[in-house]
């Protein structure tokens, strides 16, 4: 099973951009689909975006949709998610997770390979 590896988290200002990269390690993410998620203290998790194995379709949550991008680097076994102009409402650990299913990105119960998350903190 592969492993995932998050990074790029930190202290940031509201308005800024922000680039989290997601390593996968032990298998290759190239046959796999690739979400991200999110949780903020007291909060339930929330999905922000993934990008399948197949095609050329990207999906967001509404929180995000429309100020962020993922990508995937399939020589460097990386995804990526960026997002910009970051809300105080942004602040939340991150995490990317990894997915054989083919559709309903946004379940969670859906990923079985997670990340240890990555912080982000935004601030005004």
């Known amino acids: 099973q592969v492993q995932l590896v998050e990074s790029g988290g930190g202290l940031v200002e509201t308005g800024d951009s922000l680039r989290l990269s997601c390593v996968g390690s032990?298998?290759?993410?190239?046959?796999?689909?690739v979400g991200w998620f999110r949780q903020a203290p007291g909060k339930e998790r929330e999905f922000v975006a993934a990008?399948?194995?197949?095609?050329?379709?990207?999906y967001y949550g509404s929180s995000v949709k429309g100020r962020s991008t993922i990508s995937r680097d399939n020589a460097k076994n990386t995804v990526y998610l960026q997002i910009y102009s970051l809300k105080r409402e942004d602040t939340a650990v991150y995490s990317c997770?990894?997915?054989?299913?083919?559709?309903?990105?946004?379940?969670?119960?859906?990923?079985?390979?997670w990340g240890q998350g990555t912080q982000v903190t935004v601030s005004s």
């Open positions: 032990g298998g290759s993410l190239r046959p796999l689909s």
């Open positions: 990008i399948p194995w197949f095609g050329d379709k990207s």
């Open positions: 997770a990894a997915t054989t299913y083919q559709s309903g990105f946004d379940n969670v119960s859906r990923y079985g390979s």
